[in-house]
């Protein structure tokens, strides 16, 4: 048997199914394969119960997340296997930080590059897979609902319902009772205007590419306030109020007035020098739609968007 490492004394608490406890350390003696290791070692356990802790991603090796039932085990690596409820905090806290919570909704903070929910190209690993597990450590039988979305690409505040009435009544009255909803936007190039309305119709291609009409075309309606906020002579910071919340609105609309978001090369950005789209939700203030209670949450604009406006022109 693989020798167990010793770890501080810690309160015990009532198992459940058999589960560990807690985080157990093991230091991998002999070559194996991790299921039958984990077999020989939670000998208590059924075969299904193993698999199912490999599935949750309670399983580490060497730091990282192994659910790969035949991954080969080497001397000297370490498997720790955390207890149910840890290992989904863990992960459900991976790219996305919950700011708010109550018996109805949850409001987080969604970092670039993860995704709102899944798309058709089959990702795992998105805020709303993340919260799904969160909800189930209370009750198995909790559920989360997408309210609305933001583009991978894009960070800043979600609102996830935690019932299917709460998300119904968001949905069915989002104008109504969002009454604030701001975003950050770096784009590229000195804007001229101190702050513009932007209206158009917007329509999506084929190749998933969205156009701009400014007459009504048959296509959505989206309308975009601009203010900006600083700039030099590469780029300006915009505070944006949207109106209305078509897929890829701002970024569309920045780039219609010449200044697309810094980025997005999708939409014509030249360069992407923060690795990353200059696109942040900062600001979201609605009224509850339960209590009726008015809510107002914030965000800090990420650095990397400042230290662009610190850069001298090259």
Known sequence: MPKKQKTPKTPRTPKKDNQPVRASHYIIEESIELLPFLIKTLNKMSRNSVKSIMTRGQVTVDGKIVTQHNQELKPGQKVVIQDNKAAIKEIALMGIEIIHEDDDIIVIEKEEGMLSVATQQGYDVTAYSQLKQYVKQENPQNRVYIVHRLDRETSGLMIFAKNEKTKLILQENWKDLVSER??????????????????????ESKAFKIHSCPFDNGGKKAVTHYKKIRDNQNYSLLEVQLDTGRKNQIRVHMAEIGHPVVGDKKYGAKGNPMKRLGLHATTLGFTHPTTGKKMRFTTKVPKKFSLQLKEKKK
Do not use: D, F, P, R
Request: proline share 0%.
């Open 182 to 203: 701001l975003y950050t936007a770096l784009v590229e190039g000195n804007v001229k205007k101190e702050k513009e309305t932007i209206t158009s119709w917007l329509t």
